[in-house]
């Protein structure tokens, strides 16, 4: 390379652009007649990262991370209402209705207790 010093500010400009057509996600979507929003699922790995930050100790291994990670998703699922839900949990939206009642957390957890299956 002839070290032109206009070649890195040509380049930052075309590749900036470049990855943001390709790669990027505006977030006014409407505006650019995009067909996908990323505003949900970061939205969730927000929530994800605020929770773990108040985890004193961190994860001592992978598996804690992964049980962690397991039971959000199951608390998303099962125990959250969601707004564009009008209210409903994914898995009633979804046609499972495990009749959890008002306290669906403790309720979900009495709900596996009494129906736990061992796998041999």
């Keep these: 390379c002839d070290k032109f010093a206009n070649y890195k500010t040509a380049f930052n400009k075309l590749f900036s652009r470049t990855c943001r057509l390709n790669f ?3 977030i006014a979507r ?13 939205r969730y790995n927000g929530k994800i990262k605020d929770r773990i930050k108040n985890i004193r ?13 397991d039971l959000r998703k199951i608390v998303y699922n099962f125990v959250n209402p969601h707004q ?7 898995a009633e939206e ?4 495990l009749e959890l009642g008002r306290n669906k957390l ?5 709900f596996v207790q ?3 299956i061992t796998l041999t």
């Design 94 to 97: 979804a046609g499972i209705d």
């Design 114 to 116: 009494d129906n736990y």
């Design 30 to 42: 409407k505006k650019y007649n995009l067909e996908h929003n990323n505003n949900p699922i970061e």
């Design 24 to 26: 990027g996600v505006p």
């Design 106 to 110: 403790l309720s979900l957890i009495k």
């Design 84 to 90: 564009e839900l009008q209210g409903n949990t994914p």
């Design 57 to 69: 100790s961190g994860f001592k291994s992978f598996d804690d991370a992964k049980h962690f990670m």
